[in-house]
Nanobody
Framework: QVQLVESGGGLVQPGGSLRLSCAAS????????MGWYRQAPGKGRELVAR????????NYADSVTGRFTISNDNDKNTVYLQMNSLKPEDTAVYYC???????????????WGRGTQVTVSS
């Protein structure tokens, strides 16, 4: 199976920056997409950014376009989220996601990390 481990969350002041990392590991698998979702208190889980590993194509939520940048390192099976100009409304638990196909499966599945807390406050 596939395990995802996030790192880089923490407390930052408005206008500051953080970089989140997520590494995928496990038995042999193929990763099709990796992305970041977030969930704030009282709200549903929403897509923040996603990247297709083969092409590098990306998409972003309107609320983060121009401030956040997603990138990946295919050799390390790692995805990053560079977050600049952070706002209090960015406060949420951020979850790493991968659409991946283990070599023992017939169809790809979604895999999730446990999440990392990002708090933007003065």
């Amino acid at each position: 199976q596939v395990q995802l481990v996030e790192s880089g969350g923490g407390l930052v002041q408005p206008g500051g920056s953080l970089r989140l990392s997520c590494a995928a590991s496990g038995s042999r698998f193929t990763v099709y997409t990796m992305g970041w979702y977030r969930q704030a208190p009282g709200k549903g889980r929403e897509l923040v950014a996603r990247i297709t590993t083969s092409s590098g194509a990306t998409n972003y939520a309107d609320s983060v376009t121009g401030r956040f940048t997603i990138s990946n390192d295919n050799d390390k099976n790692t995805v990053y989220l560079q977050m600049n100009s952070l706002k209090p409304e960015d406060t949420a638990v951020y979850y790493c996601n991968a659409l991946a196909l283990p070599n023992t499966h017939l169809a790809p599945s979604d895999f999730w990390g446990r999440g990392t807390q990002v708090t933007v406050s003065s």
